[in-house]
Nanobody, 124 residues
Framework: QVQLVESGGGLVQAGGSLRLSCAAS????????MGWFRQAPGKEREFVAA????????YYADSVKGRFTISRDNAKNTVYLQMNSLKPEDTAVYYC?????????????????WGQGTQVTVSS
């Protein structure tokens, strides 16, 4: 069992920055990919970014390319999402997820483990 805990959400003005953290505990494997998804009320959960634990390949949704950066700290077993130039459209609950690297990283069904989410609110 893998447990994920997100932190770092909050309220910021448009143009500001936040860094989200996702700490993994329990059984973890280097073959897993970790991703960030977000969900606004009444909307589908959408892909934001992902990283493969071994190799470090990264993937981004078009809507966040150039603004968000996903990274990892192997020693701390933690993945980060640095969010810059935030827009009101980025407002959502952000979820960290873990899944096998062989899965398609851009879809929620590829992930078997999910955190509880952290709220990000961007005001205009």
């Amino acid at each position: 069992q893998v447990q994920l805990v997100e932190s770092g959400g909050g309220l910021v003005q448009a143009g500001g920055s936040l860094r989200l953290s996702c700490a993994a505990s329990g059984r973890t494997f280097s073959s897993y990919a970790m991703g960030w998804f977000r969900q606004a009320p009444g909307k589908e959960r959408e892909f934001v970014a992902a990283i493969r634990w071994s190799g470090g390949s990264t993937y981004y949704a078009d809507s966040v390319k150039g603004r968000f950066t996903i990274s990892r700290d192997n020693a701390k077993n933690t993945v980060y999402l640095q969010m810059n130039s935030l827009k009101p459209e980025d407002t959502a609950v952000y979820y960290c997820a873990a899944g096998l690297s062989a899965a398609i990283v851009e879809v929620p069904t590829s992930y078997g483990y999910w955190g509880q989410g952290t709220q990000v609110t961007v005001s205009s």
